[in-house]
């Protein structure tokens, strides 16, 4: 098992946000040569040859070959400026246009008219009543009953019917309908929500668990202490962390105990949805649990030599991840057809999808094509 032994500085989360990456390492070769300066003041010239938002680390070559490998945050603040740049130019992500398929629950049509003529869309997320669509300015439009007015977000965490959002001042906003809210917190970098719970990850890397547990009006503490967090998710009474050496750590509202596992080489991120969790590793792998804990977990009889992966989604009854080419596998009710739209769409750049549970499953996917 590896583990990460660089810790991550607020330069790499920084990178991670504003590109919005839909892989974990990228690497490739630059021909320019830089004068990089560590913080003792030691110079070398080199060319960058891969960033690693997983790791922290840099690897850098010098006009001798000599290859080294450093954390991110051992260089000066403008290598750190100078690094920022040299992704931008390799690794913004791609933006694109808004297509779906299906409809609505109650026959009723899912209308993309907002999003006609917008060609700047790089991350999408869908629910109930309708999608949010995220742009590369960090704006977002939404088309949905209850949700139009959420300024300055910078993360959704979407269910079938439950939402939250982060706003880049840290705060939280959720849905007005439930009435959970947490206490003043200090900021926070993602949070996701439940039935009746949230979590939030704050910036020092801890947990902020709240709200009261399912069916029920106990209130909801944090099961344990949890440190070094970079990825958090929820189910309708569940909740999964996953911290930096990529431990996974997973719980239920109605009874606080805590199981642990590491898939594979590590998690790198979490996803869930109301039946299910999925998790990613850092070679690529995905891995399953329900809700009955992690004593299950194992990799989808469906992902078989379809790997590796780079990107994870699951929502209701339908599971789904994203290949190093861009195209994506789904698995699930597939009732509604759904899963094979989604198996027959090829490289897209993100994709949503709401399926609500039952014999006559409601479904759709909305899903971002690069533009013409």
Known sequence: ?????????????????????????????????????????????????SVSLVTGEVTIVRRDGQRFVLAGNLFSLDDQAF???????????????????????????????????????????????????????????????RRRDIPNVSN??????????????????????????PDALPKVTKAATGNNHSIAILKDSTVKVWGQKYGGSETYPPPVDLAGIVDIATSQDAAAAINHEGKIYYWKAVDQ???TAIPGDGAVAVEGGIFAFLALTKSGEVYQW??????????????????PFVKIKCNGSTRAAQRRDGSWIAWGNNTSGIVDHINQLGPVIDIAFFSEPGSAEHAYVVWIEEED
């Open 1 to 49: 098992m590896n583990s990460i032994k660089t810790k991550r500085s607020s330069f790499w989360i920084f990178l991670a946000g504003v590109f919005l990456l839909n892989v974990h390492d990228a690497g490739a070769q630059s021909p320019e040569f830089h004068t990089f300066t560590n913080k003792e003041g030691q110079d070398i010239e080199a060319k960058v040859e």
């Open 83 to 145: 690094l920022q740049n040299w992704y931008a130019e390799k690794f913004a992500p791609p933006q694109g246009v808004l297509r779906s398929f299906g409809a609505l629950p109650q026959g009723r049509e899912l209308d993309l008219s907002l999003a006609k003529g917008v060609a700047n869309f790089v991350e999408v997320h869908a629910m109930k009543d309708g999608w949010i669509g995220v742009r590369s300015s960090g704006d977002y439009l939404a088309l949905s009953e």
């Open 156 to 181: 959704f965490e979407a269910h079938t019917v439950w939402f939250l959002a982060t706003k880049k001042n840290g705060t939280v906003w959720r849905d007005s309908r439930n009435r959970i809210h």
């Open 257 to 259: 105990e805590v199981d």
């Open 290 to 307: 329900g809700l009955n804990g992690l004593n299950r977990i194992s990799i989808p009889k469906e992902l078989d030599n379809e790997g």
